[in-house]
């Protein structure tokens, strides 16, 4: 998860000396098919409200591919208040009116990873709305077009709060599937922990917190030190970690280049030294939050789906060679995960990495869209290149 090349990988990774001009992203910017709707939704709360100039806001210039809301959150620290816009895209399905007296949709949740935002889950997200499903992709605080505070207090079972009451102000009253990756599969687990009535289900990409870095030994870093390791982040040290981590052993595609271009975006921003401090912030909550100790508690139904290859670890470049040596091996860290949750099934690719939802998009929407509609019943139809463990 963890996206400088310095902080995270255990040995030197290629450098690409600038972004290439045929890394340029083709941007979906049609309306909503559902866009009348959604804006009588947004008179339904005053929290709620679309984007005035959504292309570019909150320190980020990118053109999302569905209209672009924002759920209005205070934050008061020491009396001194801070207003603060939760971004989010709302994807309504076919013919559907949450002002009027249709049944009310299941709703899905979508939640990114650190290096990730809310369009990186679009192709996952469209064919769940087709299905018939209410796709919701929020994006916390500090990350992509959400504010930068500069006073917030970081920490899981506040983003998970923000998130549920995100889901109320939309007036949803069915508790959602969760499902996260990376960064997201660790907060959709403290979600899970912390409204377990308001969880159907729970599906973990690739989750992060498996593994309690600190207790393995990872040294302490100070803030000064983490946030010079954001300011250094460049689209080199971005692609060279993603290419090891993300994809290993794959060879490098535009598809997965659209993404790294779309992160460099957010760090060389108009908000960049806020950016920068609010990912040192997230970071230093990671190692001081890890998830896996309460596993044992989570109450929902559970889909753990990992990469063998992927060798997240929060903290490994700088720490010493034995430390290193324990840290990040997901073959091992997913059958920990799938036993120490209660009703959980693991599904575990030996030839994927860190993000299998990008790596192979088709595989991944048919085990998507099998955990939604069946529980992970028909799993082992699908045929997958994969271990199940029940």
Same mark, same amino acid.
């Given at each position: ?5 310095? /902080? ?59 209209? /672009?809301?924002? *759920? ?60 018939? *499903? ?7 605080? =500090? ?65 992060? =917190? ?119 091996? *997901? ?60």
């Amino acid at each position: 998860m963890k996206l400088l090349t310095l /902080l995270v990988a255990g040995a030197a990774l290629p450098l690409i000396s600038a972004a290439p001009a045929s890394t340029a992203i083709v941007q979906d910017a049609s309306a909503d098919t559902n866009a009348s709707v959604a804006a009588t939704l947004a008179r339904s709360s005053k929290d709620i409200y679309p984007a005035k100039c959504p292309e570019n806001v909150n320190g980020f210039n990118y053109t999302y591919p569905s209209t /672009l809301w924002f *759920y209005n959150l205070t934050s008061t620290v020491q009396g001194s208040s801070e207003v603060l816009e939760m971004a989010f895209m709302d994807l309504l399905p076919p013919n559907y009116n949450p002002r009027s007296a249709n049944k009310e949709p299941q709703t899905v949740l979508l939640l990114h990873g650190k290096n990730f935002c809310g369009p990186t889950w679009y192709a996952a997200a469209t064919p769940l709305q087709k299905a018939g *499903y209410r796709v919701i992709l929020p994006e916390q605080l =500090g990350f992509c077009k959400s504010t930068k505070p500069t006073q917030y207090s970081f920490n899981l079972t506040s983003l998970a709060t923000n998130t549920r009451n995100l889901v109320k102000a939309l007036g949803i009253t069915k508790p959602p599937i969760v499902i996260g990756h990376s960064l997201g599969g660790m907060l959709a687990s403290r979600y899970a922990l912390t409204y377990p009535e308001f969880a159907k289900s729970l599906m973990l990409v690739s989750p992060i =917190g498996l593994e309690d870095w600190k207790q393995l030994g990872v040294p302490d870093r100070s803030f000064d030190l983490l946030t010079g390791d954001e300011k250094s982040t460049t689209y080199a040290s971005l692609r060279g970690y993603e290419q090891a981590t993300y994809y290993p052993g794959a060879e490098w595609t535009e598809d997965f280049d659209k993404w790294v271009v779309m992160l460099t975006k957010v760090y060389e921003g108009d908000q960049k030294e806020k950016f920068w401090a609010d990912q040192a912030h997230v970071v230093d909550m990671v190692l001081e939050q890890p998830t896996i100790h309460d596993y044992n508690k989570i109450k929902p139904k559970t889909l753990v789906v990992v990469g063998e290859k992927d060798n997240t670890a929060i903290g490994k470049v700088w720490s010493p060679p034995e430390v290193q040596a324990k840290l990040g091996h *997901y073959a091992v860290l997913g059958r920990q995960a799938q036993a120490a949750i209660p009703d959980a099934t693991l599904v575990s690719f030996p030839h994927l990495g860190h993000a299998p939802q990008i790596q192979e998009p088709e595989m991944f929407n048919r085990l998507l869209a099998s955990w939604v509609k069946t529980g992970g019943r028909t799993l082992e139809s699908l045929k997958l290149n994969a271990t199940i463990i029940r």
